[in-house]
């Protein structure tokens, strides 16, 4: 007996472990959610906005490397969803958004929601097709998922409503999807000249991003025979735990000074997994070795003299025979004492007693990342908050950060962490936001409550677009419409059915966090924050702080003249 092609689709999802599907139902969608809802092997999260579908199906397919999938209905329904597919793109996350189209018969006409929306995912996506038939169904469909996988992208399937709900052809065909776990290595002629160079070198650094996941011994045993310190980009902070005596901090607008200081007197760097795209803080006229699974990655970002495509850790592997052990470490150590004496720093500004009255959002911050589990997943948002948690969150081995660290989209927070924590409700999940991020896709904070999602979501509630309104004193403009007016967030928390706690002392952060981290609802810690707190950059220059003090004087004089 044939199925229906919303039945082949879910037989297809079902084949490759999908278990959530993130949506807002309605018009074309309905038969697929009926199918849904008879078939039982599926959690159809209904979300309050197609958005935050998008980005929760982004978190999970960033954790676990597997299909996520998300729906949007005809036109708008499927608009919304693009920023946060944009962020599965960015990310490289396997995605598959599964969008409405209206009638095949009408298409062309200006029909009631009718978008083109093979041209509006063009850029978004790996693979872009509408289901013209059913007899085309089964090969589209497997091609989409087949694709999403294979290339770590998005795929968008569209499908008419007067096509949805139709049988598909019985099909002999077995269409089974593949997962390409083949290693590659480059050739040993490559390996031995990049050994070379690093063997020759002084001062080597190693610079890790995501890509060296899974190959940190292999990362750790090469800092060891080169005395090299190891620096890492955001994504990568997670790679190696805080205490490692190798890693030395954090590199970029986000990093800390010595780890600028390592990249900047190297005489040669070891790039393993890293896609850095801030040219100006990579070194320039010295060896660079950069490893690297996608062959595109390597060079785009700095002149590399030794490009090494392969798989991380079997590429170290077989680079790490080749080197050899280096007796002088002057280098290493002095990165390291600057990186002590960074922690100390970090110390005193993190300190719960810093201020008797006032909470510091690095102080809730860091305090948070100590009191979670050794497995607790943070999600950070965009803006100040990502500074907070790039400097003071200090991840444990099995602690996990994930952010729009790529694609820099404010509002991924809290549908980021209904994702995640959709995956296993029993780990804790704690996204960390701004109040201006976490305002523009807080009402998906009742999606959380309906599904028993019991994730924490901490507001660093100052009333501003903090990281804007930096950006614009930085640069010699007084800040100007940054000012936000917001709600009670944990009243908004407790008329969602939630936990709410409002804290404006540090002496109440360690009992909110105990509190909200045992919790088996979610809940919302709205935390009143110093409004005023500066975030330095790992280094000023000159341009900055004139521009910061021009910005200034121009407020000051607004403020009196305006009087």
Same mark, same amino acid.
């Given at each position: ?92 996350a396997p995605v598959l958004a599964i969008t409405g ?48 996988? +294979?290339?770590?992208?998005? *795929?968008? =399937?569209?499908?008419?409503? $007067? @096509?949805?709900?139709?049988? #598909?052809?019985?099909?002999? !065909? ?100 890293? +896609?850095?795209?801030?040219? *100006?803080? =990579?070194?320039?006229?010295? $060896? @660079?070795?950069?490893?690297? #699974?996608?062959?595109?990655? !390597? ?123 959709? !995956? ?124 910061y003090a021009v910005g200034k004087m121009k407020e ?8």
């Amino acid at each position: 007996m044939s199925k229906t092609i919303c039945e082949d689709l879910l037989d297809l999802l079902s084949g490759v472990c999908v278990t959530d599907i993130f949506g807002v139902t309605g018009d074309a969608l309905n038969p697929f959610v009926d199918a849904i809802r008879r078939d039982g092997r599926f959690r159809w999260i209904t979300v309050r906005h197609e958005e935050a579908g998008a980005f929760a199906a982004a978190a999970q397919a960033k954790m676990t490397g597997k299909l996520a999938v998300c729906c949007g209905t005809v036109g708008p329904g499927a608009l919304h969803l693009l920023n946060g597919l944009y962020d599965a793109k960015r990310d490289r996350a396997p995605v598959l958004a599964i969008t409405g189209q209206v009638p095949e018969n009408e298409y062309g006409t200006s029909y009631f929601q009718e978008v083109d929306l093979e041209t509006v995912f063009s850029d978004a996506c790996v693979f872009n097709q509408t289901v013209r038939s059913p007899d085309q169904f089964q090969r589209l469909a497997q091609q989409a998922v087949q694709t999403a996988i +294979d290339k770590r992208g998005v *795929a968008h =399937l569209s499908i008419p409503v $007067d @096509i949805i709900g139709q049988k #598909v052809p019985n099909d002999d !065909i077995k269409r089974k999807i593949f997962e390409d776990h083949s290693v590659r290595v480059p050739s040993a002629d490559a390996i031995d000249k990049a050994a070379d160079a690093l063997n020759a070198a002084t001062q080597v650094t190693v610079m890790i991003g995501d890509g060296a996941r899974g190959a940190e011994d292999e990362v750790l045993a090469a800092a060891e025979k080169l005395k090299a310190p190891v620096v890492n980009t955001l994504k990568g902070s997670d790679v190696l735990p805080f205490d490692n005596p190798y890693r030395v901090g954090g590199i970029g607008h986000l990093g800390t000074p010595q780890g600028l200081e390592a990249l900047d007197n190297c005489d040669s760097l070891l790039i393993v997994g890293a +896609d850095f795209p801030y040219r *100006a803080f =990579l070194p320039k006229g010295i $060896d @660079i070795v950069q490893i690297d #699974v996608n062959a595109s990655h !390597i060079g785009r970002r700095c002149a590399v003299t030794h490009p090494l495509p392969g798989d991380s850790k079997a590429t170290l592997a077989a680079l790490n025979e080749k080197l050899e052990s280096k007796s002088h470490e002057v280098f290493l150590s002095k990165i390291q004492k600057k990186s002590n004496d960074w922690t100390k720093k970090l110390d005193r500004w993190s300190d719960l007693k810093r201020s008797p009255d006032i909470i510091h959002p690095q102080s809730l911050i860091r305090r948070a990342g100590e009191m979670a589990s050794n497995d607790a997943i943070f999600i950070a948002d965009v803006g100040t908050v990502t500074v907070w948690a790039a400097r003071h969150l200090r991840l444990r081995s099995g602690q996990r950060l994930f952010g729009s660290f790529n694609h820099g989209s404010m509002g991924v927070g809290l549908p980021g962490a209904m994702g995640l924590q959709s !995956i296993d409700r029993k780990r804790q999940v704690v996204a960390l936001c701004g109040d201006g991020a976490f305002g523009m896709l807080m009402t998906d904070f009742i999606t959380a409550v309906k599904y028993d999602l019991p994730l924490t979501a901490i507001v660093l509630n100052n009333e501003k677009f903090g990281f804007v309104e930096l950006e614009m004193q930085a640069t010699g403009y007084p800040r100007y419409a940054t000012d936000l007016t917001n709600p009670n967030f944990a009243k908004f928390a407790e008329n969602c059915g939630g936990i709410g706690i409002r804290i404006d002392n540090p002496n109440q952060i360690e009992d909110a966090l105990h509190t909200a981290l045992a919790s088996r609802k979610p809940v919302i810690i709205d935390a009143v924050v110093n409004p005023n707190e500066l975030i330095l950059p790992p280094k000023i220059d000159a341009k900055h702080a004139v521009g910061y003090a021009v910005g200034k004087m121009k407020e000051l004089w607004l403020e009196r003249t305006s009087g």
